[in-house]
């Protein structure tokens, strides 16, 4: 081969080429961090005040701050990128059901814990205290949801518990303790405990009547007594948990019951666990699928009224998936807002473009509506001694669980896309939150379930519509729109024909109605208006980002956009 001459002056210009940067990067987000997730989210802030949790302004002030720096989010993505590991056995052939997890886990469960995020409307029960505490647990959620699936179980358990005092007195000091001690040891060795529920079989899913599980009296049988539990349950949630709330089939019909993982003794309880499940998103969060045999357990309620004893408990799960698809919400629109305020495309800013700002504002709009309506249902909580409040409790859950976590899926996806390929990518937020978006809307009753449920709660009790619809009517005169919508809903009511077909149509209007008329007594008018003008009027009900004319884009999208620094 010929030999290759170069000049000196080429030699120069090659090396200085080869050193160079081929570009400048210009033009790029940056990474939503070190922002306190309280201080810049003013539609939380007027709700702690307006629904009674406003003596929590400062440790929530506090929260936000831990919330939003940025070795706090850092643990929930880790949390996610090593997920919960199993091991049936010891390497000496011991049974030991053992769920492993990621220091970052451990880091969350201990930070809710230790701020009473699984027990602080018990153990400190003033006004305001599921207020309080709905605030704190969205502001978590927004870091990591998985590690709130424990967190949920162990405050939602004492409800029922305490259906059987002797039961709730013997174990609720320690679920109710602000210590987490995630050890595989007797119950007796710890001083803090968390509790995990198993309801679902293979045959029955949702029908839990169906269930096949049988629970067999080791004595005189009853509530408080022992039994000895024989069958399967295909989804226990958290299965690293002290003790598990399950329904078993007793003598006297389907019941509920207490089942730790070991037994008085110190011996292992014969709760083994098959295997985890593999789940398209709440990676964090150990689900396994479980056999019991003879695993002692003590009664909890009436013999045979297992769901009605267990329901206490599914209502605050069901309240927690409000709570956490709301703050999925937040989580996803604040990530777009930040990259839109930042972004230039065709000569302006994402955010100043009209389209672009359309889409932002209405999923500003989206989070509003949901945010009102879960910290309303907080306060209903905090007053279930007045009967109003009781009444809405009652079929506002169910209501806000079936369309808040049925809407967050589109949101989280509709945000992603504001940030274009860049959030599709797996070192981006985004993939996590939209894997997420799905699972409370299915788990703790899916659509159907929880449409079905108002129909129940309706032809149970009549007297909730009396309260829903006197709760919506405090928002009668002040917006024409509202009040034509509550008119239609109303005629709804009348004509109860084929209820269960149009089940989720009903419950559809109900939810935007009582959203709608939140925001019309308590959010800025142009929030209000233009979320009656986009949802009411048949008008962007398909798509984001299909405002009708007329809206302050530029208004809603500052007001919830995050400030960093």
């Known amino acids: ?220 049988g009853g509530p408080g007594q022992a039994y000895e539990l024989v069958g399967h349950k295909y989804f226990v949630s958290a299965p690293m948990s002290d003790a598990f709330l399950m329904l078993a089939q007793a003598p006297g019909g389907l019941s509920c019951f207490l089942v730790p993982r070991w037994r008085p003794d110190g011996s292992k309880n014969p709760l083994q666990v098959l295997r985890l499940k593999r789940k398209m998103g709440n990676v964090s969060n150990a689900s396994s699928e479980t056999e019991l045999r003879g695993a002692l357990g003590w009664m909890v309620g009436e013999e045979g009224r297992g769901v009605r004893t267990i329901i206490d408990m599914v209502s605050m799960t069901r309240f927690d998936c409000m709570i956490g698809s709301t703050g999925g919400q937040r989580m996803a629109v604040s990530q777009a807002l930040h990259h839109c305020s930042i972004r230039s495309a065709f000569g302006k800013v994402l955010n100043q473009q009209p389209l672009m700002q359309n889409v932002l504002a209405d999923l500003v709009l989206e989070h509003e509506g949901s945010l009102a309506l879960t910290m309303r249902v907080a306060r209903a909580l905090d007053n279930r001694a007045d009967p109003h409040e009781d009444l809405l409790a009652r079929i506002v859950t169910a209501v806000g669980k079936y369309w808040i976590c049925k809407r967050t899926p589109q949101h989280a996806y509709e945000a992603m896309e504001c940030i274009g390929g860049s959030g599709v990518m797996e070192d981006s937020p985004f993939p996590r939150l939209f894997r997420e978006s799905p699972v409370n809307a299915i788990w703790e009753g899916s659509g159907n379930v929880q449409c079905l449920d108002v129909l129940r709660a309706m032809q149970k009790t009549p007297a909730v519509v009396e309260a829903f619809f006197a709760e919506v009517g405090k928002a009668r005169g002040a917006n024409a729109t509202l009040d034509n919508y509550v008119t239609a809903l109303q005629r709804e009511f009348t004509d109860l024909r084929d209820l269960e077909y149009r089940a989720r149509h009903v419950v559809d209007q109900m939810a935007l109605a009582i959203q709608a008329a939140l925001l019309v007594q308590h959010a800025p008018s142009m929030v209000a208006d233009a979320f009656c003008a986009s949802r009411l009027d048949g008008v962007g009900d398909r798509q984001y980002g299909t405002l009708p004319r007329g809206i302050d884009c530029h208004a809603i999208i500052e007001r919830a956009t995050p400030r960093v620094g």
């Open 1 to 220: 081969m010929p030999a290759v001459s170069v000049s000196s002056s080429s030699a120069t210009l090659i090396a200085a080429r080869g050193s160079a940067d081929t570009h400048e990067v210009v033009n790029v987000s940056r990474e939503l961090v070190d922002v306190n997730l309280y201080a810049q989210d003013a539609a939380l802030l007027a709700a702690v005040q307006r629904e009674g949790g406003g003596w929590a302004h400062e440790s929530l002030q506090r929260f936000g701050a831990l919330a939003g720096s940025a070795d706090y989010l850092e643990l929930g993505v880790l949390a996610n990128r090593f997920g919960p590991e199993f091991d049936t056995h010891d390497r000496f052939g011991n049974r030991i059901d053992q769920v492993s997890f990621h220091p970052a886990y451990h880091a969350l469960m201990k930070t809710a814990i230790e701020h009473g995020l699984h027990s602080s409307p018990w153990t400190d029960p003033r006004p305001g205290a599921h207020v309080a505490r709905a605030a704190h647990f969205y502001l978590q959620a927004q870091v990591e949801a998985g590690h709130g699936c424990p967190i949920t179980m162990t405050l939602a358990a004492i409800p029922a518990l305490r259906h059987t005092p002797g039961l709730a007195a013997l174990w609720e000091p320690k679920i109710t303790a602000r210590v987490y001690d995630p050890r595989n040891v007797p119950d007796a060795q710890k001083a803090g405990l968390t509790i995990g529920m198993a309801m679902t079989e293979k045959q029955g899913g949702s029908d839990v009547r169906a269930n096949t599980t049988q629970a067999y009296p080791v004595g005189v």
